[in-house]
């Protein structure tokens, strides 16, 4: 495994992780409506680490992430960049991002 790789899951670790630690046994949902500012910040870096890692293995292992995350994006030209994102990344590692998309499009 490339070392970049180890950093770029840590800090994707850490942000997951402090997302989900401010729902204090609530809902993400719940926890959303109160802290939103804060959450979206969280989701925003989370999604700008997937993006800018050009490894194949660490954007395959962000689909996850991008998948939840992507959930509680509001604002249209986001969650539309979030959409053309997955849909540059899932070229090179042949990975099927529609249904992804189409949950998010969904929950939107």
């Known amino acids: 495994m490339w070392p970049e ?17 401010r729902t ?9 409506k109160k802290n939103r500012a804060a959450m979206e ?6 999604c700008g680490l997937a993006f800018t890692n050009d490894n194949v293995s660490a954007r395959v292992n962000a689909f996850g992430p991008l ?3 992507g959930r509680y994006i509001t604002l ?7 959409v053309n994102m997955l849909q540059d990344v899932s070229f ?5 991002v529609q249904p992804i998309i189409e949950d998010l499009n969904d929950s939107g």
């Open 76 to 82: 249209h030209h986001q969650r539309e960049a979030l």
């Open 5 to 21: 790789n180890n950093i770029y899951l840590w800090q994707r670790y850490c942000l997951s992780c402090q997302s989900l630690s």
């Open 92 to 96: 090179p590692t042949g990975w099927p």
């Open 67 to 69: 998948a939840f995350c």
């Open 41 to 46: 910040g969280y989701i925003l870096k989370i």
């Open 24 to 32: 204090h046994l609530n809902s993400v949902y719940t926890v959303l």
